[in-house]
């Protein structure tokens, strides 16, 4: 099983900036898309952004885009997510996943492996 640890989370205010990161075990990353979903309290699992396998391809939720950016560093076997310009409306649970041979697809379902995820809250 392909593991992943999604790190960087953490408290920071409106308009602020953080840095998340997913790091997997081996060199699992070769040949997966990797994608972030979100989900706040009473809310359901959203997609945030993803990158395709040849990392080419990118897709990002609307409210998102322009703030935040989604990469990946194959020599780490880490995959980002910058997110500038925070709002509190993106406080939740950030879980990144990995999709074989995916095309950063924005649908939960593809996914094949998935982190336990890293908080992230922003203050008003």
């Known amino acids: 099983q392909v593991v992943l640890v999604e790190s960087g989370g953490g408290l920071v205010q409106a308009g602020g900036s953080l840095r998340l990161s997913c790091a997997a075990s081996?060199?699992?990353?070769?040949?997966?898309?990797m994608g972030w979903f979100r989900q706040a309290p009473g809310k359901e699992r959203e997609f945030v952004a993803a990158?395709?396998?040849?990392?080419?391809?990118?897709n990002y939720l609307d409210s998102v885009k322009g703030r935040f950016t989604i990469s990946v560093d194959n020599a780490r076997n880490t995959v980002y997510l910058q997110m500038n310009s925070l709002k509190p409306e993106d406080t939740a649970v950030y879980y990144c996943?990995?999709?074989?041979?995916?095309?950063?697809?924005?649908?939960?379902?593809?996914?094949?492996?998935w982190g336990q995820g890293t908080q992230v809250t922003v203050s008003s």
């Open positions: 996943a990995a999709d074989y041979l995916g095309g950063a697809s924005v649908s939960s379902g593809e996914y094949d492996y």
């Open positions: 081996g060199r699992t990353f070769r040949g997966y898309a």
């Open positions: 990158i395709s396998w040849s990392g080419t391809g990118t």
